[in-house]
């Protein structure tokens, strides 16, 4: 076995603890950062033994001596220990904490996922029988230039670098070959475990189900090195943008000459090759910026148009620029009968223009309906909405939903803001209400328990974590009993001191009540308190549109 970071070997503990060599081990192997389930589940094991307490003890001696990777490793066994042998909950709750410290970590994030499973009949935490095909087909290019094998939030794993590396070279990297292995021996422990949504709803196949000769032959070799290129080209490298979100970028973006002549090289030399190579290959454009705004995206969609190639589309946009008259210079494209996902990120023009700035409504919903007109007539395969949840928009979720079903899409998919650094990260604390510490997070779980939520059409990927969470807990609205009446949820909302607990009762009291103009108000208001004003402002925008005359709050 490897040995112990240095900083942990130097601070031993006298008398030498006979556990102690195991728990280097155990660091040592944890020093990659990586998911490791079998620890997990050795761990598991020793929690079955009376002496997992000295351990315990031990780990609690030496922990304060810790840093960097180690004390992180530490405080993750640590966390894990307390919630199979002593507090689940406690445990979960040191696992969350440490969670919002290092979100992207996928051992963090590993330990979470068994613990969460850890004993649960219906939900194995084990992945040994389950098979992932995004590593053995999907190219997803970043906008630092390095190709990714998956969801670029769902992995931290990185195949190669479009500059100074070949197709080929990219594809069949020695880190290609190591992501492809870990969904080979089961461990996926490259992969984050709470926000796969494939992971977290169960819905990665079994083995035995995998009939695609390609992956069956890679499944029953074992094999890590792939003949043929990849059959789905994600772009996300082009950060070009007409939209401002706040929770994806600090103002508008745009690709200066140097890198569009950058951007030209690699089009030429790697996506025209892969497109009009032999074998069906998808595209999807883009997962970064918005594709109408691009030349370098647009470039890439006049090839197409121009060209009759063995290609699926995906276009993932604002919808702000695609209208009628844009898409009839690229008529085209319409032989590929496009999968369309546009973000909204909301259903209200107030809220909209806030999370999607400078984007205008009046603007937005002529494009909808032109590609819901498209859906319904089988001019395009697919067309979804998506919206990154955090304070602004989460009391939108049920009717973000509703308003997906109204205009006709597929479905409504929701996911959770992410903090992605950079100018996210202050703001991250104040807009991530699904931290258990936030102040309207007790609203946000009321909020997730509408039945909506629960149907088909709702994709709620990592959202899902969270509204399990909110039917298994005690919220405030539990307090009202089974059968509350509008006049039981006034009582309690009187008899409450705490504005964070009437935003909650308010949340719930929408779900049962959603036209009742009084809550809006009485929500409203205690936002205010607890200083939400623009989100207090909102609700206040929802009254008057229900007919309610505009009041101003106080304080």
């Known amino acids: 076995m490897t040995c112990m970071p240095s900083s942990v070997v130097a601070s031993r503990p006298e008398p030498t603890s006979p556990f102690l060599p195991l728990l280097e081990n155990v660091v040592a192997l944890l020093d990659d950062q990586t998911d490791h389930p079998e620890i997990w589940a050795a761990l598991a094991e020793a929690s079955r033994h009376d002496d997992v307490a000295d351990l315990r003890t031990l780990i609690g001696t030496i922990l304060p001596l810790q840093d960097g990777n180690a004390a992180k490793s530490l405080q993750t066994v640590a966390a894990v220990l307390t919630a199979l042998c002593a507090d689940r909950a406690a445990g979960l709750a040191d696992l969350d904490r440490i969670a919002l410290l290092h979100p992207h970590c996928p051992q963090v994030a590993g330990a979470q996922f068994f613990v969460q499973r850890h004993d649960d009949p219906d939900r194995s935490a084990d992945l040994r029988g389950r098979f992932c095909d ?4 999907k190219f997803e290019t970043l906008m630092d230039g390095s190709v990714a094998p998956c969801c670029s939030i769902w992995t931290q794993a990185r195949l190669g670098h479009l500059d100074g590396q070949t197709a080929e070279e990219i594809w069949n990297s020695a880190s290609a070959q190591a992501m492809r292995g870990s969904i080979l021996d089961g461990s996926y422990r490259y992969c984050h475990k709470q926000r796969c949504t494939f992971i977290m709803d169960d819905t990665l196949p079994k083995r035995e189900d995998v009939l695609d000769p390609a992956r069956r032959a890679d499944i029953d070799e074992n094999r890590t090195v792939m003949a043929e290129g990849p059959s789905w080209l994600f772009l996300a490298h082009d950060v070009t943008c007409n939209l401002a979100c706040p929770s994806c970028r600090d103002g508008i973006h745009a690709a200066d000459e ?3 002549r950058r951007f030209d090289r690699i089009e030429k030399q790697v996506f025209q090759p892969l497109l009009s190579s ?3 290959t998808t595209i999807s454009v883009s997962g970064q910026g918005d594709p109408w705004s691009s030349p370098h995206y647009r470039s890439i969609l006049r090839y197409m148009a121009d060209h009759d190639l063995d290609v699926g589309l995906d ?3 604002n919808a702000l620029l695609m209208n009628e008259s844009r898409w009839s210079h690229y008529a085209g494209l319409d032989r590929y009968r496009a999968l369309v996902n546009v973000s909204i990120d909301a259903c209200t023009p107030w809220v909209y223009e806030v999370v999607r700035r400078p984007g205008r409504w009046h603007v937005l919903m002529p494009n909808l309906r032109f590609i819901a007109g498209k859906r319904t007539r089988g001019e395009f395969r697919e067309f979804h909405l998506n919206a990154t ?20 899409a597929d479905s409504m998919r929701l996911y959770m803001i992410q903090n992605t650094g950079g100018h996210v990260s202050p703001l991250y604390p104040r807009l991530n209400v699904a931290a258990q510490d936030h102040p309207l997070h007790s609203a946000f779980l ?3 328990r509408h039945p909506i939520l629960g149907s088909d059409f709702a994709h709620l990927y990592d959202v899902s974590h969270w509204r399990d969470r909110a039917l298994d807990a005690t919220l405030p609205s539990d ?4 059968d509350w009446t509008r ?3 006034t009582d309690a909302i009187a008899g409450a001191t705490d504005p964070a607990i009437i935003v909650a009762f308010c949340a719930a009291g929408r779900i049962r009540f959603p036209d009742d103009l009084s809550l809006l108000l009485r929500e409203a208001q205690a936002l205010c308190d607890l200083g939400f004003a623009p989100q207090a402002a909102y609700r206040m925008k929802d009254r008057e549109a229900l007919g309610g005359e505009a009041i101003v709050l106080q304080g």
Do not use: S, W
């Not at 304070?391 to 009717?399: I, V």
């Not at 307090?479 to 089974?482: A, N, P, R, T, Y």
């Open 258 to 260: 140097a890198q569009e």
């Open 315 to 317: 276009l993932h946009t």
């Open 487 to 489: 006049a039981d949820l």
């Open 134 to 137: 995004a590593p053995f087909i």
């Open 479 to 482: 307090g009202l009993g089974k």
């Open 389 to 408: 949840i955090q304070l602004d928009n989460f009391h939108e979720m049920p009717a973000l939903v509703d308003f997906a079903q109204t205009l006709g």
């Open 278 to 280: 032999r074998g069906k």
């Open 446 to 448: 009321e909020t997730l």
